[in-house]
Structures are given as C-alpha cells and as structure tokens.
C-alpha cells in the first residue's frame, strides 16, 4: 500500500507534474514538494510526489555497496 | 529502469549475503514492519538468500490488513445508497465486511469506482454534483498527505459533495504495542516510504527506549540484504540505534512539507487495528475545521458489529507471534480467490505472500 515508485518528471504546469516510469506517464500532485523541477526523479505514491530522489545519496549506496564487493574480492 | 535495476544486481546480492553469513555469528529475529517489504522480501526470495540462523518475521505494516471489518461495513453500507459514488484505491475492493465486499456490491450494481489518488475522487465529485462522493482514506503517513491535499484542495475550490471515511493510521505506537506485547526479536526494518514522509526520527525513541535497533530500508533486494547487515552489525555491536539504508529517499527529519499538510487537515485519535484492538492516538480524523467533510458526520451509518471468524488468526500473523502456515485456513479454506481474512486479499499481506512466493 505504501507502494511508492522512482518517477522522472517531463513536465509541470501549476502543482501537478507529468511523470514518467516505466514506459507510462502519470499525473503526479507536487503540493508536498518544493522546487521541483523537469528532470528531477521523485517517488511517486498514489498520485502524488511524496519525496524527491537525492542523486547524490543513490549513487553513495551503491558505492557503499561495490565496496563491500571489492573488500571481498580484492586482493588476498 | 533508474533507481531500480541498479539496485537489483545480481553480483551485489551474492556479495551482501556472503557478508551477511559471515557477520552472522549469533541468532537473528527481524521484523518488517512495511507490507510492502514483505511482499519485497518474498518476491526476491531474500530467505532463501540468509542462513537459517537469521529469521525474518513481519509485522502490521499492510493498511488493508489491519483495517477492521466495521470499517468495510461503513463502506458497504454507503455503497448500498442511491446517492451515493464510492472512490477507492483497488487495494480495498475484494477485502471481505462481516457479509460482503465492495466488489460484489459492485457486481450488485452499486457505484464503486476505483482511483489512482484522491484528487481522481474530487473530479468525480465535480463531474457528478448530484450526488455524494465518499473517498475511503486508508494508509500510513505515506498515503495520508495526499489525503490533506485532497481536502483542502475541495475546500478551496468549495466542493460541496465530497466527503472522507477516515481509516489513516500511524505506525509508531502499533510498533510499540509489538515490543510492549513481548514478541521477541533483536530489530526493526522500518518502512522506508513512511519514513520519507516522517523523517528517520519518527523511530528514533525504540532504541532509544526499547534499546531495540531500527535501519529505515528501500524496496529492492540490495537494500533489504544492506539493511539485514547493518541490523546485524548493530546486534553484534550490542548497539541499537536508528540507521538510514535509503538514504536516496530518507533523511532525518523527512518531507517538512508533507508533515505541516497532514497536520493541517488531521489530528490523532484512537483507531482500531485487527489484531490490537484500539490503540491510543494511532489514527488520524480530520480536524474540527474541516469537519464537514467527513463521512461518519455528514451521512451517518450504523452497522451491527459482528465478531471475526474466530478460526482466522490474522490477528497472531499481524503482531508477529504466529506465521500463515499456523492457520489451520491457510491453502485450505482461505487462499488469493476465496479469502477469509484481510492478510490474504492484499499484495502486501503475509498470508498472501507465502501463498504465492513460498516454496513448501
């Protein structure tokens, strides 16, 4: 129910968006978001933009997590 | 796609459960609070993945379970007038009331629509002045904003014929009825879209109080086995504390803006959980202000209460002492086309889930 999916946003007239995920486009509130803009990623629940998808900390998970993989298989 | 595949690498699965089973030294009980996780957790086969000394075990995280039958009777009973246009999220459809469902009444030829959000539900309130709207709000703080926007969205734009049937609930004192109940496990996977909205800090007070580790998790299987393993560092440690896994979503104090929505539009009353019975202050009723939207006010229905099918033991499954495969309905008298109890009608529900994912 909490269901809440990474959404691209391609245009924005007012306070509602159209996003874009997997292959469809939604109709997305931005009431809970400020400065959104054209390009931003959000997550997209029930019709609405519940938060916006910080770059910067998606791209440090993943860092986080190869290096967990090269401390497993680095160098003996 | 981005913000997903990513996260799904086959590589960094194995690698998180090699870590996993070497940092694994002791026993493990886990619980997922979040439906959502535990449909996660199954879909992506995440136990097969853990060694048998880790145990995941989920909790009442799925909105649609731990609704009680009196609220789909109000619903029903709406359903049944004239007047009357229902606006639901599908989720609610097949969840049986003590006598029927909104999808037979439905079939029955009652106007019950199912919408994408709420805003949906106030343009067909526009497009039909002439008769009532009843939007059936369910959902955690995840979900709840968007309800706030819809109502003060009808407010201003004076939309006279929509009303809300208010079964939004919080999780944090159903968290802590499950410690206080005495379920034993050494941590929580906290809901990471609840905790975009809230902020980290909405958990902060189990470790603090109950000395009971929290890590706020995303969806996908590299952030579930990324969140078992800071759980386990956290045991191992002998250190509770409250951890961000979802750090792309999650930050401490959350989405400000979508807090100040839902205080605006709601205040916390007591609700009841299947499975708890009431709890003190864990729902949200629309404040006095906006009132004349709510439901239960403007168009008042009784139903008779009637008792739970006193076999289902969803109640047990929802705070984490029993799992399905202890019920003696479960694959028997109650599977996905014929259920008995909330856990089996939604995606998110245990009994659901095993049904469909786990391998006996």
């Known amino acids: 129910m909490c269901l809440s999916i990474p959404a691209l946003i391609v245009s924005i007239e007012g306070d509602m968006a159209e996003v874009s995920t997997g292959g469809s486009i939604f109709k997305a509130g931005l009431q809970m978001i400020s400065e959104a803009k054209v390009g931003d990623y959000i997550l997209l629940h029930a019709g609405f933009a519940i938060q916006k998808i910080s770059e910067e900390e998606a791209e440090e998970t993943l860092r986080i997590l190869r290096e967990i993989d090269n401390a497993l298989n680095g160098p003996a | ?360």
């Open chain 2, 1 to 360: 796609m981005k913000y997903i595949d990513e996260y799904r690498d086959k590589n960094l699965i194995f690698r998180l459960a090699d870590q996993i089973r070497k940092s694994a030294t002791g026993e493990y009980t886990f619980m997922e609070v979040c439906g959502g996780h535990t449909a996660a957790i199954h879909r992506f086969g995440i136990p097969s993945l853990l060694p048998g000394n880790i145990k995941l075990i989920s909790g009442p995280g799925c909105p649609v379970c731990v609704t009680g039958t009196d609220f789909m009777d109000k619903a029903v009973a709406y359903s049944e007038k004239d007047d009357v246009i229902i606006t639901t999220f599908g989720d609610l459809m097949r969840v049986p009331g003590s006598v029927t469902s909104l999808e037979k009444m439905r079939a029955a030829g009652a106007d019950v629509r199912i919408i994408f959000s709420g805003l949906d539900a106030l343009g067909i309130a526009k497009l039909n002045p002439d008769k009532k709207i009843i939007f059936l709000g369910i959902g955690f703080e995840t979900t709840a904003p968007g309800t706030a926007v819809t109502i003060k969205k009808a407010e201003l734009e004076n939309i006279d014929n929509f009303y809300l049937l208010s079964a939004h609930k919080t999780m944090p004192a159903a968290m802590e009825e499950i410690i206080k109940g005495g379920a034993s496990f050494n941590g929580f996977i906290c809901p990471g879209h609840v905790a975009a909205v809230t902020g980290s800090s909405h958990f902060s007070f189990i470790p603090e109080k109950y000395r009971i580790g929290c890590v706020v998790t995303g969806f996908e299987p590299t952030d579930l086995l990324q969140s078992i393993l800071m759980l386990i560092r956290q045991v191992n440690l002998n250190f509770p504390d409250i951890q961000i896994q979802y750090r792309r979503a999650v930050t401490g104090e959350g989405n400000i803006l979508a807090q100040k929505q839902m205080r605006e539009v709601f205040e916390p009353c007591d609700a009841f959980w299947r499975g708890f019975g009431v709890i003190p202050s864990s729902g949200l009723t629309l404040r006095k202000v906006y009132e004349r939207f709510d439901a239960g006010i403007a168009i008042p229905v009784k139903v008779v209460p009637h008792e739970e099918n006193k076999s289902c033991i969803c109640g047990d499954i929802l705070r984490g002492s029993k799992t399905p495969e202890d019920c003696p309905l479960f694959r028997n008298l109650c599977s996905p086309e014929n259920p008995v109890g909330a856990c089996m009608v939604s995606n998110e529900g245990s009994c659901n889930t095993w049904y469909k994912y786990k391998i006996t």
